[in-house]
């Protein structure tokens, strides 16, 4: 059993990789209250860092349960499904040279690839591209069987897609016009994701018949697979069902919204890229895309431009490192750089726009990616003395808000207002109000400085990282 000292030292990600660890040894998912048993008795987690930590829309999918919660943060029959990014390369072995996916025989993944030794697709995790990639999504630590399990219900490519078509119309095989020629499955979607109202009642196939079970050994699916073909099919449908919906995984217990936010662009990884957004991959000198990349290439992490008077066009300012040194003290209303001042609070410099482009916020990303932005968020007190939310000698009652939970409500929230315990925080106009005195206090959202040599050095140790 681990002291709670201990655990209080141990990171986000090190959680984030024990949660993700059991749930690849529990077919892919567990329900809260089995999850929550198994942390007690290994781990003394605190509840509200597995909170935070299951709060990574990129690596979990929380489908909220009936039951009463009592005092738990999700109520116990809530489902938690391990989720990622991570893909294998759909290319020939020689065809790709590199990519962000796994050079990986597909039918190795699935358990029972027929080829053996003579497979002209790799068999080996330990090769110098796939150590590469496992530890940029960060799941070195799992065993292959693990992984296997996590990349049959993300990667769609792996397995036999439940046919659309047979899920729709009437028939023996709904609308499907390949009828028992289709290569789909035909089975109930409803039925795999839990939720089929029409029970013993449905016309639609309640279990993967002989036919079924015919095309996924001929996708070499191991019957070890197949034994649980149910559980991996279920996890899948979640994770894609939920993938373009913007959950808010903050418990509601302390926190409930008002709407009218105006919409904005999701953060996750299969998101259409912000064309204001920094290419962390060029910084890291691994963007393939060079002139074809939808990002904004540029060495550092941010970058500060001024509109010209033109209207159009966007000017770099040649000190881009000293505004963004300024910009990073939430005290500074502008930057100290002459007549060429910014300011901070109107984003104008001289009267023309100003904007700041940046890399993605780094709680949508893995913990051990690189320069992506760190956001920290500060509210003033009567003193005009900044403070940064949830640190110590932070004079509030409530030391629950932190500056990793206004990002991540920032980030995937579309509202304009949220309550947080006894707060209202109004992201438009920057403010929060304490609900019990209606005191309104100014807030501010400001990045961690990072230096032109910080970058530099950064750069240099992930080189050598992914060389060794
Ligand atoms: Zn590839
Ligand atoms: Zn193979
Ligand atoms: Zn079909
Ligand atoms: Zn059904
Ligand atoms: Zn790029």
Not at 89 to 104: A, F, I, R
Not at 149 to 166: A, S
Not at 429 to 447: L, S
Request: proline share 3%; charged share 25%.
């Amino acid at each position: 059993m681990r002291t709670l000292n201990n655990i209080c030292k141990m990171s986000l990600r090190f959680i984030t990789n024990v949660l993700t660890k059991l749930l690849c040894q529990h077919q892919g998912s567990l329900d809260f209250k089995n999850l929550q048993k198994i942390l007690q008795e290994n781990y003394s987690c605190l509840e509200k860092v597995v909170s935070d930590v299951l709060s990574d829309s990129s690596r979990f999918v929380i489908i909220e349960g009936d039951e009463p919660s009592g005092n738990l943060i999700f109520s116990p029959d809530t489902l938690i499904v391990a989720k990622t990014s991570l893909r294998v390369c759909q290319s020939l072995p020689d065809q790709c040279e590199w990519c962000e996916n796994l050079h990986l025989c597909r039918y190795f993944v699935c358990g029972d690839c027929k080829n053996g030794t003579k497979c002209r697709f790799s068999h080996n995790l330990d090769s110098l591209h796939n150590s590469e990639v496992l530890k940029r999504v960060d799941v070195m630590y799992l065993e292959e069987e693990e992984l296997f399990q996590l990349l049959l219900q993300n990667d769609p490519y792996l397995l036999p897609e439940v046919c659309p078509h047979y899920n729709k119309g009437n028939g023996d095989h709904g609308s499907c016009r390949f009828k028992a020629a289709c290569t789909n499955l035909h089975i109930c979607r409803h039925f795999l994701q839990d939720d089929c109202k029409f029970r013993a009642e449905c016309k639609r196939a309640h279990a993967f018949d002989a036919k079924s079970t015919k095309i996924l050994s001929g996708k070499s699916l191991s019957s070890a697979n197949i034994d649980i073909i149910y559980k991996i099919y279920k996890n899948k449908l979640l994770i894609t069902h939920y993938k373009d919906k913007t959950v808010l995984k903050i418990p509601e217990k302390i926190m409930s919204m008002v709407k009218d936010r105006p919409k904005k662009t999701s953060t996750n990884l299969i998101s259409e890229p912000d064309q204001n957004e920094i290419c962390l991959y060029f910084i890291l000198r691994r963007c393939h895309f060079r002139g074809n990349c939808a990002r904004v290439h540029h060495h550092l992490p941010y970058k500060w431009q001024v509109l010209d008077r033109d209207g159009e066009t966007w000017r770099d300012f040649p000190n881009g490192e000293d505004i963004e040194r300024a910009y990073c003290d939430p005290a500074n209303d502008k930057s100290d750089s002459g007549n060429q001042s910014v300011d901070f609070v109107s984003m104008t410099c001289q009267g023309l726009s100003v904007r700041r482009l940046s890399t993605v916020s780094s709680i949508t990303r893995p913990p051990n990616f690189i320069l992506t932005t760190e956001w920290h968020w500060y509210w003033k007190n009567e003193q005009g003395v900044w403070t940064e939310y949830g640190q110590l000698g932070d004079e509030k009652d409530e030391a629950t808000i932190t500056s990793r939970t206004l990002e991540n409500v920032y980030t995937n929230s579309t509202e304009n207002e949220i309550f947080l315990s006894n707060y209202k925080l109004h992201f438009k106009d920057m403010y929060e109000q304490n609900m019990r005195n209606n005191v309104k206090r100014t807030v501010r959202r400001r990045p961690r400085f990072v230096s032109a040599q910080e970058v530099e050095n950064k750069l240099k140790r992930y080189i050598t990282t992914i060389l060794t």
